[in-house]
């Protein structure tokens, strides 16, 4: 039998983390997860469209690592599951970090706000 995506009896408006704990559907953390996962929907769309390797690679970590944080955001504040939940770590910054500043390196100096225009991929990924 396949699985249902409903259940036929209401939520009262609440939905339930990682471990069990129920929290209400407006709760900040559902808020997070859900801009994370709305973030890394963008970003593979944006790597679907790359041609580069290196950033199709890099665009690869970084959602691993938005994996690993709407994990964290959907788990209970105890952090008791059933199975491991990984951690971000400074390692996870100073990757992200020397990507940054990387990029800016190709880059001339921002005098203005950029609006987005061009090229499929940085159009779509602005």
Do not use: W
């Amino acid at each position: 039998m396949a699985f249902r995506i409903y259940t036929k009896t209401g939520d009262q408006g609440k939905t339930s983390l990682i471990g069990g704990i129920k929290v209400s559907k407006a709760d900040l953390r559902i808020e997070s997860y859900g801009t994370v996962d709305e973030l890394n929907s963008y970003i593979g769309l944006c790597k679907d469209l790359l041609q580069d390797n290196a950033g199709i690679r890099i665009l690869q970590e970084i959602q691993d690592r938005l994996f690993t944080m709407g994990s964290a955001l959907a788990c209970g504040p105890d952090k008791i599951t059933k199975v491991a939940i990984p951690d971000l770590h400074e390692s996870d910054v100073k990757l992200l970090e020397k990507e940054i500043d990387r990029m800016e390196l190709k880059l001339e100096p921002l005098k203005t706000f950029i609006l987005p225009g061009g090229h499929q991929p940085y159009r779509t990924c602005i």
